[in-house]
């Protein structure tokens, strides 16, 4: 009996002590560093490439902080949403409540991020996004989210304008069914009517659906001369290739979906002549790029250039950590001070319009091409 | 466009029944549903990556072979280690056990290779045929469903190993005591239901990349076309395969990608409602 007492009184013991440390060191977490920022990318599924790049990017920006800026540490909690908007919720929550993290560097996905603006702005947490492009989040983004990827509205724009000009007057939209993929394809349709153009079909296609067939003899049979085509790398290169197979004639046109090398992996040779718009990023001319490049290539090992997302989330987390500084980590302080703001990131200038939405300065226009010398598609400058 | 619309339902059509005969073959014997063949599936178009990308394995038919020989060795093993033990103990334990091995194997490819999709680096060049544009592995995979009909319907019921699995379906206990074989019949069953699952799993990955959850829409699809031809009917997954592969055209082609699933699926429910057994009739089946 005796015995038994005493088991549970050191059991008790050793809790209770295992307690201590943990809140301990907890504390310790969060007093140690000045500059804290939460991320919830995806991290797990067909998408995490998406993720790892957008991460892989935060991370430099976190390395050059604390390397520049003695005794300021800078700490990035990064929680995977694994696709997930519930899964992402709670990790915001989690962000929120345990470690005591009010700035966020992206919620990844339009669909996602949208069903937790709720609780970030109820609960006053800054979110900068750097890939979300859903149109919906100029109206409904609410006080506290930010972002300095262009909306879709400004991509559709500037896409239906582009495809007047190469006299491309009737076409048609694959879209995907998520937030993003109806959110693109509503504010084009009406953006190409608007400027004259003619739709012939548009069709829906659900993400995990990789058959494509009907939809292609559909298309060869409306003959448009444009196919605005708003699927993921994955489902667009497949589409590609049935395309091609089918010999459908009318040409492809995307926005920043077609960024990374996934398009080009899936498609093969069918991407090539695949058209795409995506912010121009003015990275050649500037000097804080040249030096991300560097750090890039030898954090990472690799000859590649960095991705349109690796640029977005070193800017995202820079600018987050530039604005917790001036704020000294008050949130309202730093809303004011972002809704002002005129920051010259590695993607251009960075300021804000009334409605948080960055504002916009060029496009750049890629068309795929087979590189000899790197054996590989990729896209070039449409005008070279 | 309609011929065309047709033909695209019965290339379709042929990766379902493909699949829908490894659950057939398994049920027939067993009485339970194996859901881990889709898994099973996916490993045979992993296994031919690891020959042709790992391997540098040049011939493409090669590589097919000893996939197809592999796949089949590790459907095997799967029965021996999951569902052997737990014969005894009822269908719903090797169900269970089966839905476990279509977890564990999904998750040891994801860990192995990660989820991004990858890609056979094959090219494939379309010809023209009856004005529709083939690639040759998609009348290969007609010629196969086919050839697969004819000798599975044939073996049972010439052979002695299908005059054995016939007898095991119909009674288990009594024909162990008759000294028939039938862990070695089992053996053998799951060798060829997993072997024509790599195959599916082959085309399947060239036309659409790999994933670890590349088998989970195309197996529910075969899943439905077994339960529709009445499980165990290797004729009437044959006509339901198709039929089942044109129906989804139709769907994605009137209706909506979102709807494919459903519409097909509420078209077996329809049919289980009105037929509970199966759209074919007993005479029909082989077992």
Same mark, same amino acid.
């Given at each position: 009996?005796?015995?038994?007492?005493?088991?549970?009184? %050191?059991?008790?013991?050793?809790?209770?002590?295992?307690?201590?440390?943990?809140?301990?060191?907890?504390?310790?977490?969060?007093?140690?560093?000045?500059?804290?920022?939460?991320?919830?990318?995806?991290?797990?599924?067909?998408?995490?490439?998406?993720?790892?790049?957008?991460?892989?990017?935060?991370?430099?920006?976190?390395?050059?902080?604390?390397?520049?800026?003695?005794?300021?540490?800078?700490?990035?909690?990064?929680?995977?949403?694994?696709?997930?908007?519930?899964?992402?919720?709670?990790?915001?929550?989690?962000?929120?409540?345990?470690?005591?993290?009010?700035?966020?560097?992206?919620?990844?996905?339009?669909?996602?991020?949208?069903?937790?603006?709720?609780?970030?702005?109820?609960?006053?947490?800054?979110?900068?996004?750097?890939?979300?492009?859903?149109?919906?989040?100029?109206?409904?983004?609410?006080?506290?989210?930010?972002?300095?990827?262009?909306?879709?509205?400004?991509?559709?724009?500037?896409?239906?304008? %582009?495809?007047?000009?190469?006299?491309?007057?009737?076409?048609?939209?694959?879209?995907?069914?998520?937030?993003?993929?109806?959110?693109?394809?509503?504010?084009?349709?009406?953006?190409?009517?608007?400027?004259?153009?003619?739709?012939?079909?548009?069709?829906?296609?659900?993400?995990?659906?990789?058959? *494509?067939?009907?939809?292609?003899?559909?298309?060869?049979?409306?003959?448009?001369?444009?196919? *605005?085509?708003?699927?993921?790398?994955?489902?667009?290169?497949?589409?590609?290739?049935?395309?091609?197979?089918?010999?459908?004639?009318?040409?492809?046109?995307?926005?920043?979906?077609?960024?990374?090398?996934?398009?080009?992996?899936?498609?093969?040779?069918?991407?090539?002549?695949?058209?795409?718009?995506?912010?121009?990023?003015?990275?050649?001319?500037?000097?804080?790029?040249?030096?991300?490049?560097?750090?890039?290539?030898?954090?990472?090992?690799?000859?590649?250039?960095?991705?349109? *997302?690796?640029?977005?989330?070193?800017?995202?987390?820079?600018?987050?950590?530039?604005?917790?500084?001036?704020?000294?980590?008050?949130?309202?302080?730093?809303?004011?001070?972002?809704?002002?703001?005129?920051?010259?990131?590695?993607?251009?200038?960075?300021?804000?319009?009334?409605?948080?939405?960055?504002?916009?300065?060029?496009?750049?226009?890629?068309?795929?091409?087979?590189?000899?010398?790197?054996?590989?598609?990729?896209?070039?400058? *449409?005008?070279? | 466009?309609?011929?065309?619309?047709?033909?695209?339902?019965?290339?379709?059509?042929?990766?379902?029944? +493909?699949?829908?005969?490894?659950?057939?073959?398994?049920?027939?014997?067993?009485?339970?549903?194996?859901?881990?063949?889709?898994?099973?599936?996916?490993?045979?178009?992993?296994?031919?990556?690891?020959?042709?990308?790992?391997?540098?394995?040049?011939?493409?038919?090669?590589?097919?072979?000893?996939?197809?020989?592999?796949?089949?060795?590790?459907?095997?093993?799967?029965?021996?280690?999951?569902?052997?033990?737990? !014969?005894?103990?009822?269908?719903?334990?090797?169900?269970?056990?089966?839905?476990?091995?279509?977890?564990?194997?999904?998750? &040891?490819?994801?860990?192995?290779?990660?989820?991004? =999709?990858?890609?056979?680096?094959?090219?494939?060049?379309? &010809?023209?045929?009856?004005?529709?544009?083939?690639? =040759?592995?998609?009348?290969?995979?007609?010629?196969?469903?086919?050839?697969?009909? &004819?000798?599975?319907?044939?073996?049972?019921? !010439?052979?002695?190993?299908?005059?054995?699995?016939?007898?095991?379906?119909?009674? =288990?206990?009594?024909?162990? @005591?008759?000294?028939? =074989?039938?862990?070695?019949?089992?053996?053998?069953?799951? +060798?060829?239901?997993?072997?024509?699952?790599?195959?599916?799993?082959?085309?399947?990955?060239?036309?659409?990349?790999?994933?670890?959850?590349?088998?989970?829409?195309?197996?529910?699809?075969?899943?439905?076309?077994?339960?529709?031809?009445?499980?165990?009917?290797?004729?009437?997954?044959?006509?339901?395969?198709?039929?089942?592969?044109?129906?989804?055209?139709?769907?994605?082609?009137?209706?909506?990608?979102?709807?494919?699933?459903?519409?097909?699926?509420?078209? @077996?429910?329809?049919?289980?409602?009105?037929?509970?057994?199966?759209? &074919?009739?007993?005479?029909? !089946?082989?077992?």
């Amino acid at each position: 009996m005796f015995k038994g007492k005493s088991m549970l009184f %050191w059991g008790i013991l050793v809790i209770v002590i295992a307690l201590i440390l943990i809140v301990t060191l907890v504390q310790k977490r969060t007093s140690d560093s000045q500059v804290r920022i939460g991320s919830v990318p995806i991290l797990t599924g067909e998408y995490k490439s998406y993720g790892e790049q957008f991460r892989d990017g935060a991370l430099l920006a976190i390395k050059e902080i604390n390397a520049s800026d003695q005794g300021k540490k800078a700490e990035l909690i990064v929680y995977d949403s694994e696709g997930n908007k519930d899964l992402a919720l709670e990790k915001l929550k989690a962000l929120k409540e345990r470690d005591k993290i009010k700035f966020i560097a992206d919620i990844m996905g339009s669909g996602i991020a949208l069903n937790a603006m709720p609780y970030v702005n109820q609960n006053k947490m800054l979110v900068i996004s750097g890939v979300n492009t859903g149109p919906e989040f100029t109206a409904n983004g609410g006080p506290y989210f930010f972002r300095i990827i262009p909306s879709d509205g400004v991509a559709s724009q500037q896409l239906a304008k %582009w495809a007047l000009e190469l006299g491309y007057k009737n076409a048609a939209i694959v879209h995907a069914t998520d937030v993003w993929g109806t959110g693109l394809e509503t504010v084009l349709e009406k953006t190409y009517t608007d400027l004259g153009g003619k739709l012939v079909l548009i069709k829906d296609s659900d993400q995990k659906q990789t058959i *494509f067939k009907p939809i292609v003899s559909e298309l060869i049979e409306k003959n448009p001369d444009v196919i *605005f085509l708003i699927l993921y790398p994955r489902e667009a290169g497949l589409f590609l290739k049935e395309a091609q197979k089918q010999g459908l004639k009318s040409r492809f046109m995307g926005t920043d979906n077609f960024t990374g090398s996934e398009l080009a992996q899936m498609g093969g040779d069918a991407v090539t002549g695949v058209m795409f718009v995506l912010p121009s990023t003015e990275k050649d001319k500037s000097e804080k790029y040249t030096r991300f490049l560097s750090l890039y290539q030898k954090t990472y090992n690799t000859t590649k250039e960095p991705t349109l *997302f690796n640029l977005m989330a070193y800017d995202c987390v820079q600018l987050l950590a530039k604005v917790i500084k001036d704020s000294k980590g008050d949130v309202e302080k730093a809303r004011e001070i972002l809704t002002t703001i005129n920051y010259d990131g590695i993607t251009g200038k960075i300021s804000f319009d009334k409605n948080h939405d960055v504002v916009v300065k060029d496009y750049a226009r890629k068309i795929f091409t087979y590189n000899k010398e790197r054996k590989l598609y990729e896209p070039v400058d *449409f005008s070279k | 466009m309609m011929n065309e619309q047709i033909i695209h339902g019965i290339i379709i059509g042929s990766t379902i029944a +493909f699949i829908a005969i490894g659950y057939a073959l398994v049920y027939s014997v067993l009485k339970f549903i194996n859901f881990a063949h889709g898994e099973v599936m996916m490993i045979g178009a992993y296994l031919c990556y690891i020959f042709t990308q790992v391997f540098q394995i040049e011939s493409f038919l090669n590589a097919m072979l000893l996939t197809v020989v592999f796949t089949g060795i590790i459907g095997v093993i799967i029965e021996k280690v999951a569902y052997k033990p737990l !014969r005894l103990k009822g269908r719903l334990s090797m169900l269970l056990s089966s839905l476990g091995v279509s977890i564990v194997l999904q998750a &040891f490819v994801s860990i192995i290779f990660g989820s991004s =999709p990858l890609v056979y680096n094959i090219k494939e060049t379309a &010809f023209p045929l009856f004005g529709y544009q083939f690639y =040759p592995r998609e009348l290969v995979l007609i010629f196969l469903l086919i050839t697969s009909f &004819f000798a599975v319907s044939i073996a049972l019921k !010439r052979s002695r190993v299908g005059l054995a699995i016939r007898a095991i379906s119909s009674n =288990p206990t009594r024909t162990t @005591m008759l000294g028939i =074989p039938t862990d070695r019949i089992i053996s053998i069953i799951f +060798f060829i239901s997993s072997s024509l699952a790599a195959m599916a799993g082959i085309s399947l990955a060239v036309e659409s990349g790999l994933t670890p959850s590349m088998g989970f829409q195309y197996s529910i699809w075969a899943f439905a076309v077994a339960v529709i031809a009445g499980l165990g009917s290797i004729r009437g997954i044959f006509i339901g395969g198709i039929l089942f592969g044109i129906v989804v055209t139709f769907s994605i082609l009137y209706g909506s990608s979102l709807f494919a699933d459903a519409i097909a699926l509420s078209i @077996m429910t329809l049919i289980l409602l009105v037929k509970p057994q199966g759209l &074919f009739p007993q005479k029909w !089946r082989e077992f």
